[in-house]
């Protein structure tokens, strides 16, 4: 996205935690700085991130600045509004704090509403972030931003994610490689592996499921992480289960979508998907939850069907698709019409160009 910008005329500065893919993808005309700012609060090292924002917006006069997730959204807004920049536009991904409980619930609203406040703009990823955002005062609903028809986290590409481009020497040797036969029925989930991403209903749920069948497999893709990290009994229950497939991280995802007949998301809060977006694309039939974010992202009947949390319920709803393989063909290719007409990459980077780079 950057770059299709970039190569427009458009001059851009990247600050962010450097990682492995940080020094990868290094794009020549594009600046780079590393500066830590890291997902948990930590004052010493946060002062610090602040700090260097602050030098560095000074330094290269930006007219705008963009903040992405929530504590880089933070430090920024905080910076680029100290400093003076004149347009400081918040990308909300998402609401933390809606599975927060008790004081933690009320300091990640508070940052929220902070951020917001710092901001001149703020584009929500979906239209249920947005309603959320305006019926709980979060910011004024004028600061408010769409892009698209029904909202965008911007990157998604419906070509890369295509069925006709993919191998079918590939997918054989995916399935061969992770022992999975003809018949076998694959269900996928791709994310991270923690509690928020509803993994511990799901394997619950995978406990009903391989009781009454013999020809499914699950796949997980994502990296365990320690902050709302997923119980010792659940992460045992993956390695010891032979059904499930536990993939850590995967650079390309297109091979396995392809290989997959259902895609799983049982998720207790999201911004907008992208892994539903892209299993639509790849007409993989998708199984989510009626959660913010969730609910923009498939059309009920007709793309995919909704679960509740409850492990009986996912099992039945995943059961539902592996009986009844047309409706589950015809949902995939629902899902790909779906996909083209409200998240088209060209239609929405033109629509960021109009209405928040020409702001």
């Not at 940080?22 to 700012?37: G, K, S």
């Not at 504590?71 to 400081?88: H, N, P, Q």
């Not at 029904?150 to 020497?169: E, L, T, V, W």
């Amino acid at each position: 996205m950057i770059i299709y910008y970039n190569e427009k005329g458009y001059s851009f500065v990247i600050a962010c935690s450097p990682f492995k893919m940080f020094y990868d993808t290094r794009v020549e005309n594009i600046l780079m700085v590393p500066i830590n700012i890291y997902r948990a609060f930590t004052p010493t090292s946060d002062v610090m991130a602040l700090w260097k924002l602050c030098k560095l917006i000074r330094k290269e006069q930006f007219d705008m600045v963009i903040g992405h997730t929530p504590k880089g959204a933070l430090l920024s807004m905080l910076a680029s509004k100290y400093v003076g920049v004149g347009t400081r536009i918040y990308y909300r991904h998402g609401i933390l704090y809606q599975t927060s409980k008790g004081l933690r619930r009320i300091f990640f609203k508070m940052i929220e509403i902070l951020t917001s406040y710092c901001s001149t703009s703020i584009i929500n990823v979906s239209r249920s972030v947005e309603e959320f955002s305006i019926q709980n005062k979060l910011n004024r609903p004028e600061k408010g931003i769409i892009l698209g028809t029904d909202g965008s986290c911007g990157a998604f590409n419906p070509i890369k994610y295509s069925r006709q481009f993919i191998k079918k020497q590939d997918v054989d040797f995916f399935k061969n490689e992770n022992q999975i036969k003809p018949n076998e029925i694959l269900i996928g989930y791709f994310g991270r592996m923690v509690n928020d991403k509803g993994i511990n209903d799901l394997i619950n749920a995978w406990q009903i499921l391989i009781e009454k069948y013999s020809n499914v497999k699950l796949v997980l893709a994502g990296e365990y992480e320690e902050r709302d990290g997923l119980p010792k009994l659940t992460k045992d229950k993956i390695a010891s289960n032979s059904t499930i497939i536990y993939l850590d991280y995967v650079k390309q995802l297109e091979v396995i979508y392809a290989s997959l007949d259902i895609f799983i998301l049982p998720s207790y809060r999201e911004g907008l998907p992208t892994v539903i977006l892209e299993a639509s694309s790849m007409e993989v039939p998708v199984i989510t939850t009626k959660v913010t974010g969730c609910v923009d992202a498939i059309v009920e009947n007709e793309t995919g069907i909704f679960c509740t949390h409850d492990p009986k319920n996912i099992a039945e709803k995943i059961s539902f698709y592996i009986e009844h393989p047309e409706i589950r063909k015809l949902h995939g290719q629902n899902g790909r019409q779906f996909v083209l007409e409200h998240f088209n990459q060209s239609k929405i980077w033109e629509d960021f160009e109009n209405k928040v780079l020409k702001l």
